[in-house]
């Protein structure tokens, strides 16, 4: 069992990039791309092809605020 705070760790395994750089990351993408917009700038999104709520569950966009 993997428990939700170890997965930081398991995306940066094997990687030159620290904590601190997958926090800058996804604050880059919360406040540029993301929720702090009406309506979230996806198609311009870094991570668009990764994302399972742009993808797969849209409804995610709307059930889910920072
Ligand atoms: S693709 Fe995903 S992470 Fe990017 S702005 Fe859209 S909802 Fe946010």
Redesign the pocket.
């Known amino acids: 069992m993997i428990e939700i705070q170890q997965l930081p760790n398991i995306l940066l395994e094997n990687s030159n990039y620290g904590i601190g750089d997958l926090d800058d990351g996804i604050i880059h ?2 406040t540029n ?3 702090n ?1 009406d309506i ?3 198609n ?5 092809d990764l ?4 993808l797969n569950k849209k409804e ?2 709307d059930e889910y605020r920072t």
Do not use: R
């Open positions: 993408i919360g791309f993301c929720k917009h979230p700038l996806c311009n999104c870094p991570i668009k994302c399972e709520g742009f995610l966009l």
